[in-house]
T-cell receptor
């Protein structure tokens, strides 16, 4: 089993749609959770951190369910510029800030 | 301020040759990471440096891969006797500052795209 698993996608949605991505992680001792965004042929950039029960930033909402070891990202009112790959990232507990990246979910927003 | 920089941006080499990839982290960041991303795949952890501590090399795929970090700043990833399966984008990230979020957040460089013919 992979340490971080995500919906592979791609998700093809029209502008204005609401889309949700899911992610599960295997290490129950993990403490830090993130969503990174990666545009085509670019480096990953931090989108949101998820530290407790959830986090909201404008159109983006991230939620964490520790009991189920599940993280989600909700994007409301999708924009064309939201088209990218969204990476679920989990801190590998025990020692230092070693991050484990999911393979990513690709989102394509069309007019 | 300046972000993480990497050089070269692209490298094409022949099978069997050695290559060196360079990473300049954000000034003052204590932690430095190397990752590899193959086409359409997620990021694969390679190696981690933190201050003067011994690096975590657990992600290096073979003994052909090595990395150094001189003076706690610049890092070089070396791949000896390159193979075609080494073709990938090699990404460097740094982290470490004041406050929890600053410590956790990894800032990535633009990567070096390595092609082994």
């Amino acid at each position: 089993r992979k340490e971080v698993e995500q919906d592979p996608g791609p998700f093809n949605v029209p502008e204005g749609a609401t889309v949700a991505f899911n992610c599960t992680y295997s290490n129950s001792a993990s403490q830090s959770f993130f969503w990174y965004r990666q545009d085509c042929r670019k480096e990953p950039k931090l989108l949101m951190s998820v530290y407790s029960s959830g986090n909201e930033d404008g159109r983006f909402t991230a939620q964490l369910n520790r009991a189920s070891q599940y993280i989600s990202l909700l994007i409301r009112d999708s924009k064309l510029s939201d088209s990218a790959t969204y990476l679920c990232v989990v801190n590998k507990a025990g020692g230092y800030n070693k991050l484990i990246f999911g393979a990513g979910t690709r989102l394509a927003v069309h007019p | 301020g300046a972000g993480v920089s990497q050089s070269p941006s692209n490298k094409v080499t022949e099978k069997g040759k050695d290559v060196e990839l360079r990473c300049d982290p954000i000034s003052g960041h204590t932690a430095l990471y190397w990752y590899r991303q193959s086409l359409g795949q997620g990021l694969e952890f390679l190696i981690y440096f933190q201050g003067n501590s011994a690096p975590d090399k657990s992600g290096l795929p073979s003994d052909r891969f090595s990395a150094e970090r001189t003076g706690g700043s610049v890092s070089t990833l070396t791949i000896q006797r390159t193979q075609q399966e080494d073709s990938a984008v090699y990404l460097c990230a740094s982290s470490g500052g004041r406050g929890r979020e600053d410590t956790d957040t990894q800032y990535f460089g633009p990567g070096t795209r390595l092609t082994v013919l």
